[in-house]
């Protein structure tokens, strides 16, 4: 073949050459990938976003689900470290308020609890919202002195009544029969306070009537006698404390009209050396100024409690009345009772006021 004719075969073959080269120093059978670069900068944003490869680390949905989708060898490691970043990241954020949560329900302070120090009998009161119903006031002490319940169905009292949370047993009128008692000789209040010279009442309770006889709150003795540990009340102003049968041993002057729902708590400590603080009265945790009477008689120093025991004239343990007979009933409601062996501190009844308050029904 003459030598012209192959100079036009060369050239016509390196023309060829040239239309098949991509720019991209390869050349290629067709048209470009998506996987390379150039398509994928050049690529309409709409191409980009409904036609990319489901392998695409920057979609999406990796960054509002959080999960990490398959990786090619092609792809970023750049781009792989950030995924997985912020993978982590939500995975600890969701831990971090998982624990938080679980330490507020199981590790966090347990809430403060009532002394039970040198505690005889405890009666939250709480057996019914409403009603005659319960036969006894349940005590939550060991060895459990449940008392029956006396109700005068006549004159509807007492009642159990719910108040703003709070359970207890109602009297709608002072004066009347109703009563939670039993005789106390054997007991373990009669047992356990005899010859003791330190004692602590307990009570949460609400005042708005009382008889000129001595309406009783908490009442140890026979029907003939002021009592032998005795709260009661005789005006709507003050509050007595009796022991020894007719012996008054404490007087405070109380606004009862204008307290309320209260925490009382009266303290026997005989072998305080100043006669004043051998009976003290708190409400709400404070500390309560002595009143004065004329038959105000302060125990002698270290004078032991003294329960009689005979069972010719039998004595009553009671809550809102005399045992036997009744008739000395407050108007108002008694939410909560209880009796300690001991002399509480200042800590605890202020320990025990705060809880009260708050609920005096059993946990």
């Not at 047993?169 to 306070?193: C, E, I, S, Y």
């Not at 005795?230 to 009209?257: H, I, Q």
């Not at 305080?272 to 409400?283: G, K, N």
Request: hydrophobic share 35%; charged share 20%; glycine share 8%.
């Amino acid at each position: 073949m003459p030598r012209p004719q192959l100079r036009r075969l060369a050239a016509l073959a390196l023309l060829l050459a040239a239309c098949s080269y991509d720019g991209s120093g390869l050349v290629s059978a067709g048209p470009p990938t998506l996987t390379s670069s150039s398509s994928t900068t050049d690529a309409p944003p709409t191409t980009t976003t409904t036609t990319a490869p489901p392998l695409t680390t920057s979609g999406p949905d990796l960054t509002t689900t959080g999960t990490t989708a398959p990786v090619e060898p092609t792809v970023d490691a750049t781009t792989t470290d950030a995924t997985t970043s912020t993978t982590s990241t939500t995975d600890a954020t969701t831990e971090l308020s998982t624990s938080t949560s679980t330490g507020d329900e199981t590790t966090g302070e347990p809430p403060p609890q009532l002394v039970d120090e040198g505690l005889l009998v405890r009666y939250f009161l709480d057996e019914a919202k409403d009603g005659q119903g319960p036969k006894h006031a349940l005590d939550a002490a060991p060895e459990p002195l449940d008392l029956p319940l006396v109700y005068d169905k006549d004159a509807m009292n007492p009642v159990y009544a719910e108040q703003g949370d709070h359970r207890g047993l109602r009297w709608p009128m002072a004066g009347l029969h109703g009563r939670a008692t039993l005789p106390v000789a054997d007991t373990k209040v009669q047992t356990a306070l005899q010859n003791r010279t330190a004692a602590t009442l307990e009570l949460v309770v609400e005042v708005d009537a009382v008889t000129v006889l001595g309406s009783r709150l908490l009442h140890v003795g026979r029907s003939y006698e002021m009592g032998h540990l005795t709260l009661r009340s005789s005006a709507l102003d003050r509050l007595e404390f009796y022991w020894k049968g007719n012996n008054l041993a404490g007087v405070w002057s109380l606004d009862w009209a204008g307290l309320g729902r209260v925490v009382v708590h009266v303290v026997l400590d005989t072998g305080q050396p100043d006669p004043l603080h051998r009976v003290r009265l708190y409400v709400d945790g404070a500390s309560v100024a002595d009143g004065m009477d004329f038959g105000l008689v302060h125990p002698n120093q270290n004078e032991a409690i003294a329960i009689p025991t005979d069972p010719n004239i039998p004595l009553f343990f009671a809550l809102g009345n005399r045992g036997a007979d009744g008739d000395r009933s407050f108007q108002g409601t008694l939410y909560y009772a209880a009796i300690y062996a001991n002399a509480l501190s200042e800590t605890q009844l202020q320990q025990n006021a705060k809880i009260l308050a708050s609920t005096d029904d059993a946990p």
